[in-house]
């Protein structure tokens, strides 16, 4: 197996398993609410949207490092998204 397949390998098992963790995106957000996505606790402000939004924005840099392209990253490093209106968007 060469490089690129092993990383799409890697990140397939990252999103559906099995992989080192021991659990999966898939499965962990399986069956999340919009009003659970959006939510914020006194823990923490992020929300379990913006952590995926800022997964996808790292997944599509390294996408496009990986063909040779310069990236630029905002000084937001990903957690620029909006807060979810509804459950589409």
Avoid: C
């Avoid at 098992?13 to 009003?35: C, H, M, Q, R």
């Avoid at 402000?45 to 990253?73: D, P, Y």
């Amino acid at each position: 197996m060469n490089i690129a397949e092993l990383i799409s390998r890697h990140l397939l098992d990252v999103y559906a398993g099995p992989n080192w963790t021991e659990v999966n995106l898939k499965s962990t957000l399986e069956g999340i609410t919009f009003e659970e996505a959006s939510q914020t606790t006194p823990a923490s402000a992020n929300t379990i949207a913006g952590l995926v939004h800022h997964l996808a924005f790292w997944n599509r840099v390294m996408a496009q490092r990986s063909r040779g392209e310069k990236v630029e990253i905002p000084e937001s490093n990903g957690f620029d998204n909006s807060p979810l209106a509804n459950e589409d968007h």
